[in-house]
Nanobody, 123 residues
């Protein structure tokens, strides 16, 4: 099993910055990607940013140019630097760890989530 712990959320004024951190522990082999998702009440959880094992990075269009994701493979950690925050960035941010497991000889995907950290941007 993988344990995922996020930190760094909080309340900030529009235009401000926050840095989110996520550390994975436990069975952290065969990680395909790590990333951040955001959820607001009444909406589906959406991808904010992710980085895969080859270093390929994806961003939601709404955060391009403002958010930067980085990964520390040695620490099995991923960070999200959020600059130029807007009220619409408000939500609960979840860290996701996607890996492959082979319980019966066949590789299957496994997804682990943290408990989430609240980000609130006031106007």
């Amino acid at each position: 099993q993988v344990q995922v712990v996020e930190s760094g959320g909080g309340l900030v004024q529009a235009g401000g910055s926050l840095r989110l951190s996520c550390v994975a522990s436990g069975m952290t082999t065969n990680i395909n990607s790590m990333g951040w998702h955001r959820q607001v009440p009444g909406k589906q959880r959406e991808l904010v940013a992710s980085v895969d094992s080859s270093g390929t990075i994806r961003y939601a269009d709404s955060v391009k140019g403002r958010f930067t994701i980085s990964r520390d493979n040695a620490k099995t950690a991923v960070y999200l630097q959020m600059n130029g925050l807007k009220p619409e960035d408000t939500g609960v941010y979840y860290c996701n760890v996607a890996r492959r497991v082979r319980p019966g000889g066949v590789w299957i995907p496994q997804s682990s989530w943290g408990q989430g950290t609240q980000v609130t941007v006031s106007s």
